[in-house]
């Protein structure tokens, strides 16, 4: 059965079907292609990874770009939670084979579409190579029907996150400024980088009170980075520390919705047009190609 479902994600592959998107910024002459991938992720929980995740959808689908938001933490995700809806399927329902992921997109506040994870389901924490490759086959829809996929992965370094760290375009490491929460953005990125050396890496600093300590941090990780991995992340940027973001939570909406104008939303606000500005960069190779050769390799 993996044989037969590795040669058709093969066959997928080979096939040459352009997107219709093309990014401001992309000239004419460039081949079309895919939507550009981005997983947001950490090494421990609390950091904000998923708030980050669904106010950066919203900011971006503000800018007229269609998104999705993958809620790719199995097990404990609450994407769906924290926009204040509830799905009448999420991605246990496609994983068992009930339904497609496009048939389990739903429309969320803010202007994107979602695919809520599933919560409280141990299975869902640990899928089979099989599972995997079910999710895997359906993920060409998607990339052809959006510009940007956003992926909120688990936190830590288990097979079902590395998956996909080292299948889309872009990580995005989430991290604050306490030293468990350093250590442990350091492990991920020393495990992704270990399992492949050509992922482009950056990390996001939140909930710091300005850029000077979000810089200090990411310098701390980045002088480790280099002096033991022979690279480094790039500096994606922070959000401040900011009491309207905790109210929004409360009441279940982003916070970016909520309060547009407070600093944390001014923070996501640039720190979506700098993700828009990687997505304006002609790529060689989709998402599918690059599942593939993790389900394959």
């Known amino acids: 059965m993996i044989v037969d479902q590795a040669e058709a994600l093969r066959e997928l592959v080979a ?28 090494g421990k929980g609390g950091v904000g990874k998923t708030s980050v995740s669904v106010n950066l959808a919203v900011q971006l689908a503000r800018m007229g770009r269609r998104v999705i938001l993958l809620d790719a933490d199995l097990g404990t995700a609450n994407a769906d939670v924290v926009c ?17 992921l496009r048939q389990s997109l739903i429309e969320a506040p803010g202007g994107f579409r979602l695919i809520a994870g599933a919560s409280g389901l141990s299975q869902m ?15 060409r829809e998607l990339e052809e029907d959006a510009d940007l996929i956003l992926v909120d992965t688990g936190a830590g370094v288990g097979p079902n996150v590395l998956g996909f760290l080292v299948a889309v375009d872009q990580i995005l490491v989430v991290t604050t400024p306490e030293p468990t929460a350093i250590t442990d953005a350091y492990a991920v990125i020393k495990t992704v980088c270990r399992l492949q050396d ?3 890496i950056r990390l996001l600093v939140n909930m710091v009170h300005g850029e000077r300590e979000a810089r200090e941090v990411f310098d701390r990780v980045s002088g480790v980075c280099r002096r033991f991995l022979g690279t480094a992340p790039r500096f994606a940027g922070h959000v401040l520390s900011d009491t309207r973001v905790p109210q929004a939570v409360r009441r279940r909406q982003p916070f970016v919705l909520e ?39």
Request: net charge positive.
């Open 15 to 42: 096939e040459d079907r352009a997107a219709s998107y093309r990014p401001v910024g992309q000239a004419a002459g460039y081949p079309a292609r895919r939507a550009t991938t981005l997983a947001v992720t950490s």
């Open 84 to 100: 204040n809806i509830n799905p009448p399927r999420n991605l246990s329902h496609v994983v068992a084979g009930r339904c497609s």
């Open 125 to 139: 924490a640990a899928l089979s190579e099989f599972e995997r490759g079910r999710l895997m086959d359906q993920m």
């Open 198 to 200: 050509d992922l482009d």
């Open 259 to 297: 309060h547009p104008a407070c600093p944390a939303s001014m923070c996501m606000q640039r720190l979506a047009h700098r993700i828009d500005r990687h997505a304006a960069t002609p790529r060689e190779h989709g998402l599918l190609k690059r599942m593939a050769a993790w389900l394959i390799g």
